[in-house]
């Protein structure tokens, strides 16, 4: 990029939603939609935002705080604020920069970036530009050595933690990408994978044939056994495999529905956390993603035991509209709304943060 972007001039984005639509206006239609889009007719898609505006924030006064802090510790780790990059493929999609721009974005801020296996940049790259936190998201390949590999090559880069994806047995159905006919364009291909014979070209046919659909909870020992990485899984939303994956020895749970792209009809993530933090709350960080848009649904994860959220599409939002620049808006403005969401209920770090704070507003479906 060499200058801001003149849509960004003309219409200042002042919020995330803005940069939605900012980045719409500019994208290709198709990478739009395998940007945005979830499985089937969308529901669980809508419910991750759904339940968020289903929750109100309760305004407490007088409570003296000041500025609040913000910074919270994650398997041992300062993170700036309790948020972090959700892994997702190909930020090449979105700007040249790619992944780079997004470590470099994130680290400015302190936050941490969960890199994808389908990153279209080296990890080596992304080492070099990190200033924060690194983690690998992985997914077992039906050939393990593949895998392992990622997670070894990772390693030796610096990066400090694995995340499993357990939530994609199978790849949902996108509809949005069935109809399009989705493949990537020229140039966006993933960095860290073997190049030869294998066609990346369309994500779900690549998702089909190479992915083992048949993962069970042995997986946590084997990635035990090949890497000293903390390992979290990702893709849990209910308290038994939350119960189950404590069992196993995990070192934390992100809960997630993959960004409502996997199972069409599942729960709504802020749904989902209750049950999950009051089973494993406190014994292990519990992370939650999908449908994060604001600072107010940052505190109220926060409020229901998450230690951290992840964001995801914004980020991509923020670098198709300006590359690193935006991704770096993107982060600075949910910061921002963050610390006064935090300062108007008298809350004073994350830590603080209490189901009290939370009032909900309409009845569940
Ligand atoms: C994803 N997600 C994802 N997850 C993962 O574990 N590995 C991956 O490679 C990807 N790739 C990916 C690509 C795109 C374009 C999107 C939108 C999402 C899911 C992602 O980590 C996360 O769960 C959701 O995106 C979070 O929801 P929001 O913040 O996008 O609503």
Redesign the pocket.
């Known amino acids: 990029m060499t200058g801001t972007d003149p849509r960004v001039m003309a219409e200042r984005p002042l919020t995330l939603a803005d940069y939605a639509r900012l980045a719409r206006s500019g994208m290709e239609s198709a990478t739009w939609d395998?940007?945005e889009g979830g499985a089937g007719e969308e529901r669980t898609l809508a419910a991750?935002l759904e339940a968020f505006d289903r929750v109100r924030l309760r305004t407490r006064v007088l409570s003296g705080g000041g500025d609040p802090d913000l910074a919270t510790t994650v398997l041992g780790r300062r993170w700036a604020a309790p948020v972090g990059i959700?892994?997702?493929?190909y930020h090449t999609l979105a700007c040249p920069e790619g992944e780079v721009a997004t470590v470099q974005a994130a680290g400015a801020a302190g936050l941490p970036v969960v890199v994808?296996?389908?990153a279209g940049r080296s990890f080596e790259e992304l080492a070099g530009a990190a200033t924060a936190p690194l983690w690998l998201?992985v997914?077992c390949f039906r050939d393990r050595s593949t895998t392992q590999r990622l997670i070894e090559r990772a390693r030796d880069a610096g990066f400090e933690a694995v995340v499993l994806?357990v939530d994609t047995p199978r790849l949902g159905r996108r509809l949005r990408d069935l109809r399009n006919g989705f493949r990537l364009p020229d140039g966006v291909r993933p960095a860290n994978l073997p190049s030869a014979g294998a066609d990346y070209s369309s994500p779900a046919d690549h998702g089909r044939t190479e992915l083992d659909p048949a993962l069970d909870w042995s997986v946590v020992p084997w990635l035990r056994s090949v890497s000293p990485l903390p390992v979290l899984l990702?893709g849990i939303t209910t308290a038994e495999d939350a119960g189950r994956a404590v069992a196993a020895g995990v070192d934390g749970i992100v809960v997630?529905n993959?960004?409502g792209?996997q199972l069409d009809g599942g729960l709504g993530t802020l749904d989902a956390l209750a049950e999950v933090t009051a089973e494993v709350g406190g014994h292990v960080p519990v992370l939650l993603?999908?449908?994060?848009r604001r600072g107010t649904d940052v505190l109220a994860a926060l409020a229901l035991g998450a230690d951290a959220v992840?964001?995801?599409?914004?980020v991509?939002h923020g670098l198709a509209v300006d590359g690193r620049r935006g991704a770096a808006d993107v982060i600075d403005i949910l910061l921002e709304e963050l610390a006064d969401a935090m300062v108007l209920t008298g809350t004073r770090s994350p830590a603080e943060a209490r189901p009290s704070l939370l009032r909900e507003v309409r009845p569940s479906l």
Do not use: E, W
Request: proline share 7%; aromatic share 10%; glycine share 14%.
């Open positions: 395998f940007i991750n959700a892994p997702m493929a994808s296996t389908f998201q997914y994806t990702k997630s993959h960004g792209r993603d999908g449908g994060v992840l964001v995801g599409r914004p991509l």
